[in-house]
């Protein structure tokens, strides 16, 4: 076989030195930016209770509670994440995993101090850094490349580029470290226990174990090692005032509600009915069964546990809803109305309920329901402008009312909601056609029309 020449020789190692590059700056937004690909769950009692759980560690944070959300992401893993902004992301695996509403606590103080450290904002400090490190090794790998050393300059670039790795994961670490301590701080001026915080680093560090992740050394990991998190936090925990006081009884029952619920609306519905057999009673364990009998199509057997909760406490708005929800998704909307009435009143500030409502009196194809309908998803997309499906129901009202501008606006709305600028745009301006110009919603088409235009022009440069 032919040796190659020294030009191709060369070559090969620029495109090595190429890749590498882009490979490291793939790495770097990979790690800075989590992706935000899974479907976001949305359930008033869910989001009531996140809300209701982070309040005082968010306060104690020196943040208004009404500037920061906490959202819960359709995801099996043991995580959270910030990515920016004032938003805490939660996977679903972490709550039905949690024992109690404490360990969440815990985890949400920590978010909440990569949010007060700027820490996503100043992810390029650490990017610049290693990038530094890995264009110097480029060059001077390049250098001695060009001279005639080839493995030389290779290994040049290799080193370097392990070095870059290195500078940024050290980076991240510190932010950790960080986090951790601030989730101390806010936790305390809670008063709220850190025995749930620890609990959780104890929980991922026995998943190392199972998955067999080496526990040497955190060089070569985003995050220190568990045991090295436990050391350190457990002497400020149990010496805060809170090591010992419980959690609000009623703050517990309802988290307990709540992962039940989860359990029974993410996992298989086999191993949810396992987990939670018909002897079981108490309210968690029938909540979870109504779910996983909705989803494994048993509509008669979901409802006669949800009639059995109501029973107990028949003015339960998320037992209503619940009722209503099974009814609708099985076809019956009509039957659906007086539970999702009910609910929405016992509820009145609850607007993912009211969406549900609205759903389906437009489903009962009766026009008589109509107008209800759409004064209960006005009301719904007044207090949560940020349900899609609202907007696409209301959309559906004006739609059937031969109102197509706002039928437009409402879709544009949608659209916008969901990503898809061009769609957005598109409406937004069949919508300004028809509805008066200077009226509220001819501007809110408008700035639409506007964001759209700029996300939809950024698209088509990334594309090309």
């Known amino acids: ?234 002497h400020s925990y149990q010496n805060d005032p809170a090591w010992d006081r419980p959690t609000d009884p009623l703050l517990e029952e309802r988290f307990q509600r709540v992962r039940a619920k989860l359990i029974g609306f993410v996992d298989d519905p086999r191993r949810t009915l396992q987990r939670f057999p018909e002897s079981n009673r108490s309210i968690p364990a029938r909540y979870a069964r109504a779910y996983a009998w909705h989803r494994n199509h048993h509509p008669e057997r979901a409802i006669a546990e949800v009639d059995d909760l109501l029973r107990e406490r028949p003015a339960d708005p998320y037992f209503l809803e619940l009722r209503g929800q099974i009814l609708l998704e099985t076809g019956r909307p009509r039957d659906a109305l007086d539970s999702l009435r009910e609910a929405v009143t016992r509820a009145p500030n609850e607007p993912l309920i009211a969406a549900m409502l609205g759903h389906a009196l437009i489903s009962t194809e009766d026009p008589d329901h109509f107008q209800e309908a759409k004064r209960v998803l006005r009301a719904a997309i007044g207090r949560d402008n940020s349900n899609p499906f609202a907007w696409y129901q209301l959309g559906i009202v004006y739609d059937r009312e031969g109102d197509q501008a706002r039928a437009a606006l409402a879709t544009a709305e949608r659209y916008n909601l969901i990503g898809q600028p061009q769609l957005a745009l598109a409406n937004a301006e069949q919508a300004m056609l028809g509805i008066p110009v200077g009226t509220p919603d001819w501007l809110r088409a408008q700035d639409i029309a506007m964001v759209s235009r700029s996300a939809a022009q950024r698209a088509d440069r990334r594309q090309r």
């Open 1 to 234: 076989m032919a040796q190659p020449s020294r030009s191709a020789e060369r070559a090969g190692f620029a495109a090595i030195a190429v890749r590498l590059l882009m490979l490291l700056a793939l790495s770097f937004a990979m790690m800075a930016r989590p992706a935000l690909a899974q479907t976001i769950l949305r359930d008033a009692e869910s989001e009531t209770l996140l809300r209701d759980i982070s309040r005082p560690l968010i306060e104690a944070a020196g943040l208004r509670p009404e500037d920061v959300q906490v959202i819960l992401i359709n995801d099996d893993s043991i995580n959270a994440f910030v990515v920016a902004g004032q938003v805490v992301y939660l996977h679903s695996g972490l709550i039905t995993r949690a024992d109690n509403a404490n360990e969440v606590q815990g985890v949400i103080a920590h978010e909440l101090g990569h949010i007060t450290g700027g820490h996503m904002i100043r992810m390029g400090e650490g990017v610049r850094a290693a990038t530094g490190i890995s264009l110097l090794s480029l060059i001077l790998g390049a250098a001695a490349i060009a001279a005639g050393g080839g493995e030389a300059g290779a290994a040049i670039m290799s080193m370097g580029q392990r070095a870059a790795i290195g500078r940024f994961l050290a980076f991240t670490r510190t932010q950790e470290s960080s986090a951790d301590q601030a989730g101390v701080s806010y936790l305390h001026r809670a008063g709220i226990s850190g025995r749930g915080s620890l609990a959780f680093f104890e929980r991922l560090q026995n998943q190392e174990f199972r998955l067999s992740i080496p526990q040497e050394d955190s060089y070569e990991r985003t995050h220190p090692l568990n045991r090295e998190r436990l050391a350190v936090l457990e």
